[in-house]
């Protein structure tokens, strides 16, 4: 593309909200944008030229693997949906269930999972079948690292993975698939996002709970995040507070994260917009249809709006956050 072709384009752009628009008709026509018009837009728009870089490897992902229309707070998506499986998971079981069923015909030779450790400790692990998969099921509310497992297995040879991760797990788990399909392009990975608005540090999440609400979150059976409260079931019994009040445990990096609905993943699920004990599915992507095809679930209506407003709401929290800490980095530079 000329130079001025993309300053044409440029000059087009006059605020923020078009600027993701922007950088896709700039990807659509160019591999890379040149640095110069890069810091001519952060000047203009007062965006750090950083976020123009995301912004630009977010388009260029989307481009490569997703399929649909382009909702500015959702994301790229063909079909949503709310729905229910006959495994009873942390929501609607959906999750658990479309990697069974992607296990059982055959589209997955290994499916990557969080499982409880000792007490409310989790880690990413490798289910290869349906009773490995249902073991996994359920929310661990913590940041939980399941792509280092993808390296794992395709250097073992494995070539039909997949990978269940938070927004930010999907983002990574995106980038070493640009590299898996340039080194091994019969390779098939299915990435399945989860909602996230926020995780927390274990320790500090035990320490809370226990201020709390005088119970050892350790001896858990389930813990819920649903409107606003955080459920920990022992037992019979449940014990809530309101997730405002784990503030302080909360990992430092959800403060700055953006994406609240996965938005690179080949299906997204979570709770918000579905009705109670149903998952809400985001199908993003071929690979994500495909998955849903052999899937048997009840569907229900799903609150399309639900989801935009958190989406918005996660957007500019981390865009306040981060205007905070830029602030702060200039005053000691001063
Ligand atoms: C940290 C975190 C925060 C979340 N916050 C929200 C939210 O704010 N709003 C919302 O609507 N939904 C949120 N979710 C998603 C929601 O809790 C459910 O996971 C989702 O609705 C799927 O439900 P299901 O019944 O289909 O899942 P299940 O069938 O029970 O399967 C859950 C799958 O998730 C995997 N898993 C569990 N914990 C993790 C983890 N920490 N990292 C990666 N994979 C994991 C399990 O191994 C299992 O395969 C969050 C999830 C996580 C992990
Ligand atoms: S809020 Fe963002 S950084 Fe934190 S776990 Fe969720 S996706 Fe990852």
């Keep these: 593309?000329?130079?001025?072709?993309?300053?044409?384009?440029?000059?087009?752009?006059?605020?923020?909200?078009?600027?993701?628009?922007?950088?896709?008709?700039?990807?659509?026509?160019?591999?890379?944008?040149?640095?110069?018009?890069?810091?001519?837009?952060?000047?203009?728009?007062?965006?750090?030229?950083?976020?123009?870089?995301?912004?630009?490897?977010?388009?260029?992902?989307?481009?490569?693997?997703?399929?649909?229309?382009?909702?500015?707070?959702?994301?790229?998506?063909?079909?949503?949906?709310?729905?229910?499986?006959?495994?009873?998971?942390?929501?609607?079981?959906?999750?658990?269930?479309?990697?069974?069923?992607?296990?059982?015909?055959?589209?997955?030779?290994?499916?990557?999972?969080?499982?409880?450790?000792?007490?409310?400790?989790?880690?990413?692990?490798?289910?290869?079948?349906?009773?490995?998969?249902?073991?996994?099921?359920?929310?661990?509310?913590?940041?939980?690292?399941?792509?280092?497992?993808?390296?794992?297995?395709?250097?073992?040879?494995?070539?039909?993975?997949?990978?269940?991760?938070?927004?930010?797990?999907?983002?990574?788990?995106?980038?070493?698939?640009?590299?898996?399909?340039?080194?091994?392009?019969?390779?098939?990975?299915?990435?399945?996002g989860l909602f996230c608005m926020e995780a927390f540090n274990r320790d500090k999440l035990k320490e809370e709970i226990t201020r709390l609400l005088a119970v050892d979150i350790d001896k858990s059976d389930k813990t819920q995040i649903r409107k606003g409260v955080f459920t920990v079931k022992i037992g019979e019994k449940e014990y809530s507070c309101k997730v405002k009040e784990l503030n302080n445990a909360v990992e430092k990096a959800c403060h700055y994260c953006k994406d609240f609905s996965a938005r690179l993943a080949d299906i997204s699920i979570g709770s918000a917009g579905a009705p109670k004990g149903y998952s809400t599915v985001v199908v993003r992507s071929k690979t994500g249809e495909k998955l849903l095809k052999n899937m048997k679930t009840a569907k229900a209506e799903v609150e399309k709006d639900e989801i935009a407003r958190l989406s918005k709401f996660k957007r500019e929290r981390a865009e306040r956050n981060l205007d905070l800490l830029n602030q702060k980095a200039a005053k000691k530079t001063e």
């Design 1 to 192: 593309m000329t130079k001025d072709r993309i300053n044409k384009i440029i000059d087009e752009c006059k605020d923020k909200e078009s600027l993701s628009q922007l950088l896709a008709k700039l990807n659509k026509e160019s591999e890379e944008i040149p640095k110069e018009a890069v810091r001519k837009l952060s000047k203009r728009l007062n965006v750090p030229a950083s976020e123009i870089q995301r912004l630009q490897e977010i388009n260029r992902l989307e481009q490569e693997f997703l399929k649909g229309t382009k909702d500015e707070e959702i994301g790229v998506h063909s079909d949503l949906f709310s729905a229910r499986s006959n495994i009873d998971g942390q929501d609607g079981g959906v999750a658990s269930t479309l990697l069974v069923s992607g296990i059982e015909s055959g589209s997955f030779d290994a499916a990557i999972v969080v499982t409880r450790r000792k007490g409310y400790d989790a880690e990413a692990a490798i289910a290869r079948n349906r009773n490995e998969v249902i073991a996994a099921r359920g929310t661990k509310y913590l940041r939980v690292r399941t792509t280092p497992k993808l390296k794992e297995l395709t250097s073992k040879g494995i070539k039909k993975i997949a990978i269940i991760g938070t927004p930010c797990e999907v983002l990574t788990a995106r980038k070493i698939q640009q590299t898996i399909k340039r080194e091994t392009p019969d390779a098939k990975i299915a990435i399945i």
